[in-house]
């Protein structure tokens, strides 16, 4: 059986797309479904995007309820002065601040959606991935969305005596995170969260 692969419908490099056509097909019949949430940096200051998963309905005729993934965006507030850590809005984030992402898929069907797969792009520019945040851990990650593979992802680098070796890559190198949510049951919710680092002006993903 093969996994439908919805991702074939935006080009990775097309942050816009998503937005653009925010309508997956659901012409499935082995009810497998992947979710390609593409987070645009405008998305990572605070703007929501909810993907519906079915086809628009007739003029005229009711929704259906379909699986749909909802993205949200918010500002970490480090713990301080006896408060914890806690999240607020993104809408006023700023260069150093830190986001949570958060990715709520929902099965409101009276189906399970089986293979679901969630992809969460880290935007390209003046947005860095945080190592080791992602809750559950991602399970593969890509630097193209092309080529994904278990994480850390790894980087070739010339060692001190020429060698060519391979070291964990930073955070910088994340480009995409991929979750396998298996079976979503019938009326149940999934979720995933990862953070990223919004850079100040002029500086680059190290």
Known sequence: MNKADTSSQASPDDDT???????VSSAREDRIA???????LLF?????LLIALMPVPAHGAPAP?????????????????GNPEHLVAAADARSGDRLEY???YRNPTAAAVHHVLVTVPVPANGVEYLLDT??????????DGKTF?????????????????????????YRFLRWDLGDVPAGTTRSVR??????APGVTAR
């Open 17 to 23: 797309a998503w937005f653009r056509d925010a309508i």
């Open 34 to 40: 992947e979710v390609v949430a593409l987070v645009a």
């Open 65 to 81: 309820a379909a699986p749909s993934l909802e993205l949200q965006a918010f500002k970490i507030v480090p713990a301080q002065a």
């Open 194 to 199: 990862t953070r990223v680092q919004l850079l």
């Open 44 to 48: 990572s200051l605070g703007i929501g």
């Open 134 to 143: 992602a809750s559950p851990p991602a399970a593969l990650a890509s630097t």
């Open 102 to 104: 958060l990715a709520v």
């Open 149 to 173: 593979a278990p994480l850390p992802l790894l980087r070739v680098v010339t060692a001190a005596d020429g060698r060519k070796v391979s070291r964990p890559a930073p955070g910088a190198d």
